[in-house]
C-alpha cells in the first residue's frame, strides 16, 4: 500500500509538473500573439518608435538653437550696419563749407 500511495503521488506530482510546463507554454505562446497583434496595430496606426521620437527631438532642440544663434547675429549686423549708416549719414550732412 505504501509503494501504491508513493506511485499515485508520484504520478500526480508529474502530472502537475506537465500541467505547469504546459501553462508557461501557453502563457508564452500568448505573450507571443499579443505582442505581435500590439505590433501590427501600433504599425497600421503609423505610431514611431521612441528611437525616431528622440532623433527628430534631438534635431530639433539644435534647430532653436542654430536659429537663436543666427538670430542674435541678424541683430548683431542689423545694429552694426545701422551705425554704418547713421555715422556715413551724418558725415554727409555736414558739410565744412555751410
Same mark, same amino acid.
Given at each position: 500500500?505504501?509503494?501504491?500511495?508513493?506511485?499515485?503521488?508520484?504520478?500526480?506530482?508529474?502530472?502537475?509538473?506537465?500541467?505547469? @510546463?504546459?501553462?508557461? @507554454?501557453?502563457?508564452?505562446?500568448? !505573450?507571443?500573439?499579443?505582442? +505581435?497583434?500590439?505590433?501590427?496595430?501600433?504599425?497600421?496606426?503609423?505610431?514611431?518608435?521612441?528611437?525616431?521620437?528622440?532623433?527628430? /527631438?534631438?534635431?530639433?532642440?539644435?534647430?532653436? !538653437?542654430?536659429?537663436?544663434?543666427? /538670430?542674435?547675429?541678424?541683430?548683431?549686423? !542689423?545694429?552694426?550696419?545701422? /551705425? +554704418?549708416?547713421? +555715422? +556715413?549719414?551724418?558725415? !554727409?550732412?555736414?558739410?565744412?563749407?555751410?
Amino acid at each position: 500500500m505504501v509503494q501504491t500511495t508513493n506511485r499515485f503521488f508520484d504520478d500526480v506530482a508529474r502530472l502537475m509538473n506537465d500541467a505547469a @510546463g504546459v501553462a508557461q @507554454g501557453v502563457r508564452r505562446e500568448f !505573450e507571443t500573439l499579443f505582442r +505581435s497583434q500590439a505590433e501590427r496595430i501600433l504599425r497600421d496606426l503609423d505610431v514611431v518608435q521612441r528611437e525616431e521620437f528622440e532623433a527628430v /527631438k534631438d534635431m530639433a532642440r539644435l534647430a532653436r !538653437e542654430e536659429n537663436e544663434a543666427l /538670430k542674435a547675429r541678424v541683430a548683431a549686423l !542689423e545694429a552694426a550696419l545701422a /551705425k +554704418s549708416m547713421n +555715422s +556715413s549719414h551724418a558725415s !554727409e550732412t555736414t558739410s565744412p563749407f555751410a
